[in-house]
């Protein structure tokens, strides 16, 4: 691990992620950010700026009726930086300044974007960012008819902006609740044009800006494609066509098929870290309702705006399975090898998101007094960064608050990332133990 001024590139994330939710916290205390202009408890805004920073969604307060213009704007920037990664931005402001970098803070940025090398560091970083500034102007631009003709022309074109911004980073943050309280998009449930852009911006943001990179430098040549980029591709196509087509039979029969289809597909699409919901959540099954948990701890792909366990591990275990099952030596995919210390890697993260989602949700089931799926339910999409909720978060405790800030900010930095941060690595001896046995 490189270190700079004493401090390892992982720990650096982590105070920078710190800093920035601080420091939104405090912006949202200031009368000026609320709509009735009082002082904003300070663990309200603590919450706020944690879910906002992190990409998530959950909230304690509606964002539409409670927090000001002022509000709203510390929200929106906070929900941008994060998304793109305090580490990026603030790294390309120094490149755009003139100001020479280090190989410690390009090897900072690597770890930040998931990048697998820091060479060209600098070129994927400006490619991030130009790229997001395009997607979300034009996510925004197609989103204006709809706001401006509900709305007005100006609010439109803010909450146009808001939304795209908001999908796009994978936050699940929604100005709608100017209709209902902590609607959502309920409202436009059956809005075939305004679902399908808001789930491509989803899936846009969602995918990883080096698997974008791959498909922009070789087309349609799929052969060509990075490993990583063919195994993002495939294993988020099968996670959203395979959760739509049990969502479409078994949970919305009592639709249409127009809003069937749609309520269907979105909801597989924005399980996976997006926050939004065009249904109410809260009438699911419990089969349903575990699917949509499992989304969520898979979260989106690696180098992008969304959090979870990302794709890539999810796709690196099932192979790992199938390669005991099928009694071969190494763990393959499309005619490559994948080290084993990936294969590692990958069984780590999901042990550690196992176990504190499912701690964390016991911990809030038995301090609430509610119902163990409700609860788990609100740690996956914590731990995911997801920002769905059936509805338990503005009413929880200052406990189960603290509980799912954790997790919210161990969803956006990463497993390993904290992990790297907290544990130093002091091999003082190269040799090997001995090998022995154990069966499993």
């Known amino acids: 691990m490189k270190k700079r001024k004493g401090k390892t590139t992982f720990q650096i994330i982590i105070i920078s992620f710190f800093t920035l939710i601080l420091a939104g916290a405090l912006l949202l205390m200031l009368p000026i950010s609320s709509q009735e202009r009082v002082v904003t408890p300070f663990s309200d805004c603590l919450f706020t700026a944690t879910s ?16 000001s213009l002022f509000g709203k704007c510390v929200i929106l920037t906070l929900i941008q930086i994060g998304g793109m990664g305090v580490i990026t931005i603030g790294l390309a402001i120094m490149k755009a300044t003139g100001k020479k970098l280090s190989l410690s803070q390009l090897s900072t940025m690597k770890e930040s974007i998931s990048a697998p090398q820091v060479g060209g560091i600098m070129h994927l970083a400006g490619f991030i960012l130009k790229a997001s500034a395009i997607v ?14 509900d709305f007005g022309f100006f609010k439109g074109i803010g909450y146009s902006l808001f939304h795209s911004i908001s999908a796009f980073c994978n936050a699940g943050f929604d100005l709608l609740g100017v209709r209902e309280k902590y609607s959502s998009l309920t409202t436009y449930g059956t809005d075939v044009y305004l679902n399908i852009i808001i789930m491509l911006l989803i899936v846009v943001g969602g995918i990883g800006f080096l698997t ?21 591709i495939v294993t988020s196509a099968v996670l959203i066509v395979l959760p739509a087509v049990y969502f479409f039979f078994c949970e919305y029969s009592d639709l249409g098929f127009k809003e069937r289809t749609l309520s269907s597909a979105f909801q597989s699409v924005t399980a996976r870290t997006a926050g ?11 089969s349903g309702t575990l699917i949509m948990i499992i989304l969520m701890l898979i979260g989106g792909s690696p180098g992008s705006t969304a959090g979870g366990m990302k794709t890539a591990v999810f796709a690196v275990l099932f ?66 960064t997801v920002g769905l909720t059936l509805g338990i978060t503005p009413q ?35 040799g090997k133990l001995p090998l022995d046995k154990i069966s499993v």
């Open 212 to 232: 974008w990179g791959d498909v922009i430098t070789h087309k349609h040549h799929f052969s060509k494609y990075s490993l990583q980029s063919k195994i993002v």
């Open 276 to 286: 939004f919901n065009t249904q109410d959540l809260s009438q699911m099954s419990e």
């Open 136 to 149: 979300e102007l034009a996510g925004a631009a197609l989103l204006a008819p709809v706001f401006c003709s």
């Open 319 to 384: 192979l790992a399975a199938l390669t005991v099952f099928s009694r071969r030596t190494d763990v393959q995919a499309f005619r490559r090898r994948i080290p084993e210390n990936t294969v590692r890697n990958a069984g780590a993260i999901l042990f550690m998101y196992l176990v504190l989602f499912i701690s964390g949700g016991i911990i809030i089931s038995r301090a609430e007094g509610l119902p163990l799926i409700t609860c788990l339910f609100e740690t996956g999409s914590a731990v995911g």
């Open 396 to 430: 929880l405790s200052l406990l189960s608050r603290v509980i799912l800030m954790f997790l919210m900010f161990f969803g956006r930095v990463g497993a390993l990332t904290l992990i790297y941060a907290a544990v130093s690595s002091n091999e003082s001896s190269k």
């Open 52 to 67: 906002a920073t992190c990409v998530t969604g959950l909230v304690v307060h509606d964002t539409a009726t409670y927090w």
